[in-house]
């Protein structure tokens, strides 16, 4: 498949979080069509993203896999190099009419690293397209077994940092999701009132490696970076 220009297109698939079954029809439809699949980290193989999609799409082991390193790290000057190194890299299938796709954890739109790409091939005129994927907080709240929010309730959906660093949380009426709190898990804890709040966190969703906490004073001292906490008014 090309565009009128004649490039390939760029597609940004979620995977979800861990759980293969919760790959969408589509993303699972365009691994199998397209041949060329990108995958962040030094090594394709040993990604989070691959590691959940070759589980419902086991002929991705045989893909041309090409790996997209995203360095973890706050050195704008070694991010902004990485993510045009990236961006270079996917031109490079793009502009020979071949299409590729990015395989992604949880869903493309959402603190993805993909978008960094995204701003930089669409501002050359690439065409890129988004695939939902299953996101880490609604797949925690399913696995916990609550509703993420009801009614007029609102959600508001942070990274761990602002609440990691003891910002205030300022609506109390409201549900938070905060993602990626591994590294913060009691500080994000410490965000809200324990007599106020119900504090869940879900380790790892979807993986084998999974823990379930119903109760912050359940919460280990160190998690996995991919935890997610949902704090609900009582």
């Given at each position: 498949m ?13 995977v ?13 439809r365009?691994?199998?069509?397209n ?24 002929e ?5 896999l090409v ?17 045009q ?41 690439y ?21 993420l929010?009801e ?17 205030t949380?300022?609506?109390?009426s ?24 119900n ?20 919460f280990p001292?160190?998690?996995?970076y ?9």
């Amino acid at each position: 498949m090309m565009n009128d220009m004649q490039k390939g297109i760029v597609y940004g698939v979620g995977v979800g979080t861990g759980d293969p079954e919760l790959m969408t029809l589509k993303a699972v439809r365009l691994i199998r069509e397209n041949h060329v699949i990108a995958v962040p980290g030094k090594s394709a193989e040993d990604s989070r993203a691959y590691k959940i999609a070759v589980q419902s799409v086991p002929e991705l082991a045989n893909k041309e896999l090409v790996s997209i390193e995203m360095p973890m790290t706050k050195d704008i000057k070694k991010l902004t190099k990485a993510h045009q190194s990236g961006a270079d890299l996917i031109k490079s299938y793009l502009d020979k009419g071949i299409n590729v796709v990015y395989l992604t954890i949880g869903d493309p739109t959402v603190y993805c690293s993909f978008s960094y790409l995204q701003h930089i091939l669409e501002k050359d005129n690439y065409v890129v397209e988004l695939v939902s994927g299953v996101a880490s907080f609604c797949a925690a709240a399913a696995r916990l077994g609550i509703p993420l929010c009801e009614g007029e309730e609102k959600l508001h959906i942070l990274p761990s940092a602002p609440c990691g660093n003891n910002v205030t949380v300022n609506d109390d009426s409201a549900v938070y999701a905060i993602l990626k709190t591994g590294r913060d898990l009691n500080n994000v804890k410490s965000c809200f009132s324990q007599s106020y709040y119900n504090i869940y966190a879900v380790e790892n969703i979807g993986t084998k490696n999974e823990r379930i906490f119903r109760n912050s004073e359940e919460f280990p001292e160190k998690s996995d970076y991919f935890t997610t906490i949902i704090a609900r008014k009582k």
